[in-house]
């Protein structure tokens, strides 16, 4: 596509040069501040300063920036610690509005101006002795999906600094009833990374009413690399929500916690009058043969990835919240929209960084878009991603039915036509002798390289959740059925290989009253009613034990294709509503021999055992990681109806 005549050198976008250094935006000393800006599209430029960050102040001054490597750029003599500032540019002879800069690190109210401040002092007590928690292999992660506001708004959740990043760092939170809430249930559940949604600066909340009743999940990007100043306790101050976000990183490190944090690099939350159209016209965005915007993501426009140097942002932001924030992993929106290219080379640079940071996203796009699908970082080219992950909706879809059919059933729900998808899922999307991958829902063929690059999952913030969505699809049974496929639901995803992924609160069966996309839905909607964990104490407990059984058994979460191929045996001989496998001589566990039956019918079913005795460990109601609190067992047994269960085989030298 041929720009506007943004400079005679330049005939087209694809000419702009590639600007080599890593110091774009305001580099802060006490001394100095440089502002620099990679316009190739400009013909001037300059830096507007202000004491402020109230809209409609004048600068107090206005600066020409000069062309200077690549960039245009300007030096400001004192210490300008606090100081808001806006960029401007000439183009076609017009100067366009003012516009945040794109890699701002601080910002006022609403995100509207940047602000240089001395990161240093953004730092908490003891920030320099943070580390992260140890991790092992990508499958050893148990990743809990969390909303910053939802934790904290229910007014049972005893938690003091409600719908702030500050929430997340109370300890000894309870219930009126003494139920733990907040941090301590995190810790309580045995979870090891906890994915937030989007916490960078987002548009769509008023930051100047940031303690009024809006609410949004965040998917409408501002500025990516600030945090969200409504999670802040003043969000005019960019170093208060730059301090805060690290004291919840803190708090969670601490607790031997992980933090992932959701990006949305895949389009901005404006498009037409965006910083990056603003500042550099066209170049960020990809377009239709028409001139318009294309829209893979379904928000009016989607980020040109494969351009030099919108992978160069992408790749430089997570780097800086990888090192500014200690944050230890990234879950990419819409990462289909993303080349593969650009994905790659975030996997390698931030790798480089620590190899244990955790990398996955969504497979798919929204919509058509421009990139060619082969350069596209969709699912069926997850085996070209480097340590990169995505979710599997195929095992999403099998156990509680499709989420475009809010009436379809799943394996859990009754189906008996999708028992080889999740027979898929088990084995974490990898190639297996025993799957027919003709017969798997979405995906025709092992999609996933390593297990490690298959996120397991039953639902997430998106659609209905899991407890909504079994009163929709199963109406007519009662409330300790559907507890019950829960359960299942639940326990098959956290005994399956590959990485499981937990939707927050579905332990407690959190219930949004049938709201179907909450994006900006009340706290009333959204916030997790902390009085569910007592009333559905056996199903939190449940979900807690299996994360400890998973966390315990190296069985379950095999890191390499070829080990699971040899360890895990499906022997149920293609039962639709009853899926079984053996676990035989795992690496590293001390159980030599697990047998897992998931018992999809509505009834109690009668099974036969592999010859030799057992001890159940994990039925439809308890979890007994030890198994000596149960008798030995052997031949034909009864399996509780819509059931998980899980036997481990007594040896001639003791228990396994």
């Not at 199963?474 to 399956?496: I, K």
Request: charged share 25%; aromatic share 10%.
């Amino acid at each position: 596509m041929t720009c506007s005549d943004p400079r005679p050198q330049y005939d087209t976008l694809e000419d702009y040069p590639v600007y080599p250094y890593a110091d774009l935006g305001a580099t802060y000393t006490s001394a100095s501040t440089t502002f620099k800006l990679w316009s190739p599209a400009a013909q001037a430029a300059r830096v507007h300063l202000y004491a402020d960050d109230r809209p409609g102040t004048e600068p107090r001054e206005s600066l020409d920036m000069e062309a200077r490597d690549g960039a245009w750029a300007v030096s400001v003599s004192g210490d300008l610690d606090g100081t808001y500032y806006t960029y401007q540019i000439k183009r076609d002879g017009r100067w366009l509005a003012e516009a945040t800069d794109p890699y701002a690190r601080a910002a006022g109210t609403n995100g509207l101006r940047g602000q240089v401040v001395d990161l240093f002092a953004t730092d908490p007590p003891g920030w320099e002795n943070d580390r992260r928690p140890v991790m092992g292999k990508p499958t050893d992660a148990v990743i809990y999906e969390l909303h910053v506001r939802d934790l904290s708004m229910d007014p049972n959740s005893g938690i003091t600094h409600k719908g702030k990043f500050l929430g997340l760092t109370e300890r000894g939170t309870t219930t009126p009833t003494g139920d733990t809430t907040g941090l301590d249930h995190l810790i309580e559940m045995g979870v090891t990374h906890v994915h937030l949604l989007p916490s960078f600066d987002f548009l769509s909340v008023d930051e100047a009413r940031s303690d009024s009743t809006q609410y949004n999940w965040g998917y409408d990007p501002q500025n990516y690399n600030v945090p969200e100043g409504s999670y802040s306790t003043d969000p005019s101050d960019g170093k208060v929500r730059i301090r805060e976000f690290k004291q919840m990183v803190q708090a969670l490190h601490a607790a031997g916690i992980r933090v992932v944090m959701d990006v949305v690099y895949n389009h901005t939350g404006r498009t037409e009058n965006s910083s990056f159209q603003l500042l550099v016209p066209d170049y960020f965005y990809r377009f239709n043969a028409d001139g318009t915007f294309s829209n893979a993501s379904g928000c009016g426009n989607e980020i040109a990835s494969q351009r030099p140097m919108v992978r160069k942002f992408i790749r430089e932001s997570v780097e800086y919240w990888a090192d500014e924030y200690h944050v230890d992993g990234f879950r990419f929106d819409l990462m289909g929209i993303h080349d593969i290219a650009t994905m790659n080379d975030i996997s390698e640079t931030l790798h480089g960084i620590d190899p244990s940071i955790l990398l996955y996203g969504e497979g798919w796009t929204a919509g058509d878009s421009p990139l060619p699908e082969s350069q596209q970082a969709t699912k069926v080219h997850t085996p070209q991603l480097i340590n990169i992950a995505a979710f599997s909706d195929d095992v999403r879809d099998a156990l509680k039915g499709s989420v475009f059919d809010a009436e379809e059933r799943g394996f859990v729900s009754g189906a008996t036509d999708v028992a080889e998808s999740v027979r898929f899922g088990i084995v974490g999307a990898t190639a297996h002798p025993q799957i027919s991958y003709d017969s798997v829902n979405y995906s025709h063929a092992p999609w996933a390289r390593q297990p490690a690059q298959c996120v397991n999952y039953v639902s997430c913030h998106d659609n209905h959740t899991l407890w909504d969505r079994l009163q929709l699809s199963n109406p007519g049974d009662p409330p300790r059925v559907r507890e019950s496929m829960q359960r299942l639901a639940l326990a098959t995803v956290l005994t399956s290989q590959g990485i499981p992924f937990v939707h927050a609160g579905t332990e407690m069966l959190r219930s949004k009253g049938g709201d179907e996309n909450s994006y900006q839905s009340s706290d009333a909607v959204n916030a997790i009613k902390w009085e569910k964990k007592g009333q559905h104490a056996r199903t939190v407990a449940y979900v807690r034990d299996l994360i400890a059984l998973r966390k315990a058994h190296p069985a379950f979460r095999i890191g390499e294709t070829a080990l699971i191929a040899r360890h895990l045996t499906f022997t149920d001989a293609g039962d639709d509503q009853l899926i079984a496998y053996r676990l035989q001589n795992a690496p590293g566990d001390d159980w030599t021999d697990i047998y897992v039956v998931l018992n999809g019918y509505q009834t109690r079913h009668r099974h036969t055992l592999p010859e030799g005795e057992w001890r159940q460990v994990v039925d439809g109601d308890r979890v007994d990681s030890d198994g000596r609190a149960t008798d030995t067992m052997s031949g034909e047994v009864t399996l509780g109806a819509i059931s998980t269960n899980v036997f481990v085989k007594k040896t001639g030298s003791g228990e396994n």
